[in-house]
């Protein structure tokens, strides 16, 4: 799972990738609504649920695998799962806002397609694999207070 970087040494790198995602993606959602590219109150949500699910995966730290289950880690489960979902549904619902405008056409469709095609990545990134078992023999938890189990 992508999150396992915030285990391993250099987690402050997945770290430092998310945060400026995050407040990068609020200025985004601001000068949408202003255009009036972003209209309606359920994707303007959908847009700030991204936002705050992304804080959410940086603050909240997963739980090792094989670990105890955690508040900490059922949260950050939770935003994980809110931030794979909450973008593709911005994407899919502008486009379908603006399929019918002849300027927007191309990028409504475009913007639906890849929507939907994302759908099945986050899915695999987020259900247990074989992988999974190697990662957690390559990468020790280097964040205070975690044992190698």
């Known amino acids: 799972m992508p999150s396992d970087y915030a285990l391993c040494p250099g987690w402050w790198l997945w770290d430092g990738t998310l945060l400026p995602t995050a407040a990068g993606s609020a200025p985004v959602l601001l000068a949408m609504h202003r255009a ?3 209209l309606g109150w359920p994707v303007a949500n959908a847009m700030a649920l991204w ?3 992304l804080l959410g995966v940086v603050v909240f730290t997963k739980d090792p695998q094989g670990g105890t289950v955690s508040i900490t880690g059922k949260i950050h489960l939770y ?3 809110l931030s794979c979902v909450s973008l593709p549904v911005v994407g899919w619902a502008l486009g379908r806002r603006h399929r019918t405008r002849q300027e927007w056409r191309r990028f409504a469709t475009w913007s639906r397609r890849l929507a939907l095609a994302a759908i099945p990545f986050f899915l695999r ?3 247990p694999s074989p992988s999974t078992s190697c990662w957690a ?3 020790r938890p280097s964040r205070p207070g975690w044992s190698n189990g």
Request: aromatic content about 0%.
């Open 137 to 139: 023999a390559t990468c």
């Open 36 to 38: 009036r590219v972003l």
């Open 125 to 127: 990134s987020s259900s």
């Open 79 to 81: 935003a994980t799962a």
């Open 51 to 53: 936002c705050a699910s």
